[in-house]
């Protein structure tokens, strides 16, 4: 009897009911574990994520989380190496694995760094400005993201048993959402030995997640609209899950990522003999081989000039040639095996109802040689190139996808029947383009990114750094359109969004101030006491204002400005062509000299608890000063975000110009470091 994978639920490890079902080697056939979520509570489940898990996760902050994310990542990182040698039994090779485990861990970096960056250091998300819609100002608006109160289900698909969890996973937690990630059965013992290493290093609070390894029962029996679904799969499956009647009637969150039918499309400048060809070819190459051609951002119909056509074969045909099939766990191997025998079966089913519409130029399911392996207990399968004559009346190559090292290779004439072939497949995770022509680029990318989610475009100039066609990023969005699924994940902040409720709230400025902690036009500004940049961090109070003195813009002061910095365009220098010109009556101050002059008059000059300025937000010029205007500035404390640990907090400041006769001239956010109490204590 192998083990039973175990199942992470209610904090604890519990073994399914029942024998289960039987997993097997990718590479020699032999039994792995056995996998059952049977007699599994799944109302407790889900009750344990959302009143557990969630009320856990959302005590902390956006930069708690990501701490939490960064401290995960570094735990895993120490823990690879038994990863990656299960990872071989899963059919990858090495650097199939380093793109899953690898690629995964890094996306916990990046959404830990993206958190603890572009978020606030609290446990609300400001979506925007603030909306004024009152006429005195005295009633707002403001977008809020806050996270959704109940649990995040993650579908994983087979084909990356690591990256496919920590890409979910990652937002998801940075949003304060817990997760219940159910992997795919076929590789499901690679996440159980990961999830096994995350709730040993207890980093994640009580509930946060949960595992199921096996089917999910009646889980969407208890699903309501505070859940999120995230799927990775056949669109099929995607379909029926989102038919559910829970899901329907619950209006439950559905993001789906599914089959696509991905194109790269040569373009006519990129003939044999240039960088484009050569780099399309080994672009193409890589796709098909790399994770045995199971992924889903692989290249599956390849679009080239008729012209050429046949020279695409040609090389394409060598260069598949030279790939050695084998065991994974051979340094020396080129692409493993398919994930499963079941899957072979499949792809080879795929590939003789794509044959009937396209003629088999290379591969197919003949003998190859296999090395360090045995082929008929293994599922392997020998990179295949199609080659379909008339594409465009073809309906199997744009509608079968066989998931393995399988493309077909589709001629065009003119640029117009490449944007038609592309658009075929009916939306697409991403598209890639290889021209040196930009002006043929911007066509494709015009005619096509309607169906693409990511578009890549290589040549010559950017190949080097390309991190190539078939790599979803966590700073970019990962889905597509139509075929694809509809769905978006990771895009940084925006994956963290899909995990939390945007909500408009409208109230007076003081109580929206209140609840996003940003100060807002309109809301009490408050006494400082003491010049505000003489107040450490937390001493300082979001409110705390600041009005300056006036001073008087002089022509002596415009014209010295000019000559000092040598900015001397027309409006500033010449008061006859500044006459000329509909915004001005005259000579005007420089927009910076006025930016200067307002930092003049409210910076306080001696040592203090304000370490740097380190930028200017939103700077927007309203009205022209003259020579003879007098200018002063309010300036109020806007957000603080504290950098733990760091001794530094960062404040935002909103800066108010006004002239004589106080209107807005300027306007923008002024950007500090500020030193803690801590800091500024062991300095003085």
Known sequence: MQKKLGNLVLDRWVDGDGDGKLLTSAVNGEALARISSAGLDFADILHHARSTGGANLRKLTFHQRGDMLKALAQYLMEHKKEFYELSTQTGATRADSWVDIDGGISTLFVFSSKGRREMPNDHVYLDGPPERISKNGTFTAQHIFTPKLGAAVHINAFNFPCWGMLEKLAPTLLAGVPAIVKPASSTAYLTELMVRRINASGLLPDGALQLICGDVGDLFEHLNCQDTIAFTGS?????????????????????????????????????????????????????MTSKAGQKCTAIRRIIAPAAIAGDVVEALSTALGKIRIGNPANKDIDMGSLASQGQRDEVRDRV?????????????????????????????FMPTLLYCEKPLTSSAVHSVEAFGPVSTVLPYDKLNEAIELSRLGEGSLVGSIVTNDNNVARELVLGTAAYHGRMLIINRHCAAESTGHGSPLPHLTHGGPG????????????????????????????????????????????????HPFRKTFEQLNIGDTLQ??????????????????GDTFYAHTDEEAAAKNPFFDGRVAHGYLIVSFAAGLFVDPDFGPVLANYGIDDLRFAKPVNYGDTLSVRLACKQKTLRADAGYGEVRWDAQVCNQHDEIVAQYDVLTMVATDEHWASVN
């Open 483 to 530: 075929r694809a699924g509809g769905g978006e994940e990771m895009g940084g902040v925006r994956g963290v969004l899909h995990y939390m409720q945007r909500t408009a709230i409208q109230g007076s400025p003081q109580t929206l101030t209140a609840i996003g902690h940003r100060w807002i036009q309109g809301a009490d500004q408050l006494d400082p006491g003491v």
């Open 352 to 380: 003789a109802e794509l044959a009937q519409q396209a003629e088999l130029v290379f591969g197919g399911s003949g003998d190859f040689d296999v090395i360090d392996a045995d082929a008929t207990k293994g599922a392997f």
């Open 235 to 287: 669109k099929s499956t995607a379909e029926f899950l989102q038919q559910h009647p829970k899901v329907i009637c619950e209006s439950v969150a559905f993001t789906a990522e599914t089959d696509s039918l991905n194109s790269s499309i040569l373009g006519p400048d990129a003939v044999p003999g240039t960088p484009e060809f050569e780099l399309f070819i080994k672009e193409v190459t890589r796709e």
């Open 548 to 565: 300056t003195d006036a001073r008087e813009v002089t022509l002596e002061d415009i014209q010295h400005f000019a000559e000092f910095t």
